[in-house]
């Protein structure tokens, strides 16, 4: 059994400096990581980018439900075919290691508002799907056997789900769906903080699990756009929660929404002027996907190789900054076999590499 104060497995050659400061000890732990593995899963993965035999290339297959629109009762419904079967949290560990990464990271609740995990605060889960299943503690508990750090993604600032998801007056916050015009609260009946509440609540309930190496928010579009947007989000309150139930664990909010994150992740570059010119370290997130993030069919055969996987490794390196490598999960929650073999390949090249 583990010692109360001892370090999670992925920080054990950080021990003592863990000791003294667990952030720190994390923040060096993270500038060495230097690759890691994303996962955009959810229920969006079981259209694979079609919407009734209709594909859509507008947005990344992930925002399918935005972009025909989708009305919330019809794509609640998926919820019923959610089985996860083959979804294998060993087997992706197993992978990130033979690919060389050092830490995954799993869309727990991306825009949709589908989590999946065992959450308190909604049936609209894993749990309460034919999977009955627990993916966060299935993949957290795998990264603590194999001492991989477990970054867990939440959307914090676009919801297609609660009544009082942010809302700054543009399109791609709600979906525009007549039959959901009273799904969402407007006007006097709208109170984001009973959205931010519930955010809070959840994102807690993250923190408790194991291996956990930092909370990755997403969504900021919708803030910056917003005037006092970074104010408005609660999103200090929430670092300083996060920080104070588990202090090694690490914040990032993409380019950064009030630069008091633990690291900046931006997507794709860092170019002048992306992130603040501080000492923070940086994270380049990208993807396999040629046209996006979750799951799409029309795109199998297609998906970036082990070329140019080694290509976006050396420009991170030069910044330096890590990269988080995504593949979209079928919707049976296995790994695309085109994806896993190139960087099962991008593995053996860096572990031949002199």
């Known amino acids: 059994m583990r010692q109360m104060n001892a370090p999670p497995r992925f920080l054990a050659d950080h021990a003592r400096l863990f ?48 972009a025909w629109p989708i009305p919330f009762r019809e794509y609640a419904a998926l919820a019923g075919d959610f089985t996860a079967e083959r979804f294998d949290a ?7 290691l033979d690919a060389g990464m050092r830490y995954v990271n799993l869309t727990t609740c991306h825009h949709d508002g589908f989590c999946l995990w065992d959450t308190a605060t ?13 993916l966060v503690r299935e993949l957290a508990e795998a990264c603590d056997r194999y001492g991989l750090g477990c970054f867990l993604y939440y959307s914090h600032g676009r919801d297609w789900w609660h009544p009082d998801s942010p809302d700054n007056g543009e399109p791609s916050c709600r979906p525009d769906c007549p039959e959901d015009r009273d799904h969402f609260h407007r006007g006097v009946a709208y109170d984001i903080n009973r959205y931010l509440d519930l955010v809070e609540a959840q994102v807690l309930e993250l923190c408790g699990y194991p291996a ?32 104070a139930a588990s202090p090694h664990i690490l914040v990032s909010y993409k380019q950064g929404l009030t630069f008091t994150e ?12 992306t992130v603040p010119d501080d000492s923070r370290p940086r994270e380049i997130c990208t993807t396999l996907l040629p046209r996006g993030w979750g799951y799409r069919k029309e795109d199998d055969g297609r998906h970036h190789g082990p070329d140019w996987v080694m290509e976006q490794l050396d420009a991170a390196a030069k910044i330096p900054a890590n990269l988080l490598m995504n593949t979209g999960p079928k919707g049976d929650g296995s790994i695309p076999e085109e994806d896993a073999a190139t960087l099962r390949e991008v593995g053996r090249r860096l572990a031949s590499a002199p």
């Open 19 to 66: 000791d003294r400061n667990p952030r720190e000890a994390a923040l060096a732990w993270f500038r060495e990581a230097r690759f890691g593995l994303f996962l955009h899963y959810g229920l969006y993965s079981l259209l694979g980018g079609a919407w009734r035999g209709r594909p859509q290339f507008d947005k990344g297959a992930e925002w399918i439900r935005m």
């Open 90 to 96: 060993d087997a992706i560990c197993r992978l990130a």
């Open 122 to 134: 909604t049936d609209f889960s894993s749990m309460h799907a034919p999977a009955r299943r627990d």
């Open 212 to 243: 956990v190496a930092g909370i990755w928010l997403d969504g900021i579009g919708t803030f910056l756009k917003m005037d006092d947007g970074a104010r408005i989000s609660r999103a200090q309150e929430l670092y300083d929660r996060i920080h």
């Open 262 to 273: 633990d690291f900046y992740a931006p997507e794709h570059r860092i170019t002048q002027g």
